[in-house]
T-cell receptor, first 113, second 113 residues
């Protein structure tokens, strides 16, 4: 079975500072990895995904993530955050050959002026 | 395209009442999903349908039933609502052409008294 761990439930950061949101997963088979963002009172939308190939993945709004197979991690980064990045961020995993997506518990990013 | 639509947006039930949450997508996606979102617990998969005519249990199926009415529609039924089912419910869909990306509806906020 797959699982996803987001250790940081809340991350405060000042505007224009860099941020890293951590995600670790466990799986006995190869996986697809995702980061979704949820703005208040909305559904989730995709930030970026890793399916195969290059381990550095670039997404929307200046976010990027790196797949590290040996560390079983898929951390999300942004070099300079904006107030508008304040939202909840979810990491998700889907094992290849299955249809089930497993989500982490989320990280609330609070960008401070 | 409307994407993924959910009805109703809000609902208040008394313990023991039943109701059906409706979900429809107009993107010709094969797979559809129901999740619940609770504070501190992220999104948990209730049921999913990999294709029309099939349904499977997710992480938290107890107390729920689903129907994949056709390729577009996937409903979630609470036969006898309990306060523990107070949550925000999200429907999502995914198609081969989307390369594993899930598209989410806006959610249904359910309160069970």
């Amino acid at each position: 079975a797959q699982s996803v761990t987001q250790l940081d439930s809340q991350v405060p950061v000042f505007e224009e500072a860099p941020v890293e949101l951590r995600c670790n997963y466990s799986s006995s088979v190869s996986v697809y990895l995702f980061w979704y963002v949820q703005y208040p009172n909305q559904g989730l939308q995709l930030l970026l995904k890793y399916l195969s190939g290059s381990t550095l993945v670039k997404g929307i709004n200046g976010f990027e993530a790196e797949f590290n197979k040996s560390q079983t991690s898929f951390h999300l980064r942004k070099p300079s955050v904006h107030i508008s990045d304040t939202a909840e961020y979810f990491c998700a995993v889907r094992a290849s050959g299955t249809y089930k997506y497993i989500f982490g518990t989320g990280t609330r990013l609070k960008v401070l002026a | 395209n409307a994407g993924v639509t959910q009805t109703p947006k809000f609902q208040v039930l008394k313990t023991g009442q039943s109701m059906t949450l409706q979900c429809a997508q107009d993107m010709n996606h094969n797979s559809m999903y129901w999740y619940r979102q609770d504070p501190g617990m992220g999104l948990r998969l209730i049921y999913y349908s990999a294709s029309e005519g099939t349904t499977d249990k997710g992480e938290v199926p107890n107390g729920y039933n689903v129907s994949r009415l056709n390729k577009r529609e996937f409903s979630l039924r609470l036969e006898s609502a309990a306060p523990s089912q107070t949550s925000v419910y999200f429907c999502a869909s995914c198609g081969l052409q989307e390369q594993e990306t899930q598209y989410f509806g806006p959610g249904t906020r359910l309160l069970v008294l």
